[in-house]
């Protein structure tokens, strides 16, 4: 190919690449998962996101970077995205099942489906369900990522009406309970950088009412930033 021909092709190329719509471009953005760091990576309609910081315990079960936990579609014109979850376990590897929710980019979303149960023994689910943290993904919105395949520094500065939750290290998470004591038993689990609870009540012993999204229960109060 003449020189004159490769730099035509490459200005052409140039062309249509300038001409894409921001859309159309690879986009990496930051999520939290249940008390993990997630990475999330758009190219035009298809969307995957893959564990980029796995919380402690995943961790030591063998989930590492880059182990993908949702690969799918999003249907701009209804703002939902479905496609397939992997439930990742260590004696199981990675087992498939569909998830769909309502999705805007740049805010926290839901995507929900029939996670598969597995007996004692054997990789074959005995069954489905439809509530709990596999069910029910929550993906909680932290901001873009960073260059050079590093995570952006979230801003831990909460909206108004909103508070941080503090004193919890990154993959660590803080219970959320059915009432105010280390008794009551556990409901969720909150990122140690959430910063989008609302304060539903008065103390009661040290401990506070707390809502995230459609979740609510109670959180030690020394763990929340109620500055």
Request: charged share 20%; proline share 5%; net charge positive.
């Amino acid at each position: 190919m003449t020189g004159w021909l490769q730099t035509v092709l490459r200005r052409v190329l140039m062309g249509a690449l300038l001409a894409l719509p921001t859309a159309a471009l690879a986009q990496e953005v930051l999520y939290d998962l249940d008390g993990s760091r997630m990475r999330m990576l758009r190219n035009g309609d298809s969307l995957s996101i893959a564990y980029d910081a796995p919380r402690k315990d995943l961790a030591a079960e063998g989930i590492t970077r880059g182990d993908v936990v949702f690969q799918g579609q999003v249907d701009r014109k209804a703002a939902y995205l479905d496609g397939v979850a992997t439930y990742h376990t260590r004696r199981c590897g990675g087992i498939a099942y569909e998830v769909s929710g309502a999705f805007e980019p740049g805010k926290s979303f839901v995507l929900n489906g029939a996670a598969p149960v597995l007996g004692a023994s054997g990789c074959t689910p005995r069954g489905t369900v439809l509530i709990g943290p596999v069910a029910n993904l929550v993906f909680t919105y932290l901001g873009p990522a960073g260059g050079a395949g590093q995570p952006a520094l979230p801003d831990r500065r909460a909206a108004p009406g909103f508070v941080c939750v503090t004193g919890v290290g990154e993959g660590d998470v803080l219970n959320l309970r059915t009432g105010p004591g280390m008794d009551y038993g556990v409901i969720g689990r909150l990122s140690g950088l959430a910063c989008d609870l609302s304060v539903e009540g008065k103390a009661r012993a040290g401990w506070r009412p707390v809502r995230q999204g459609d979740r609510a229960g109670w959180v030690a109060e020394r763990f929340l930033d109620l500055r």
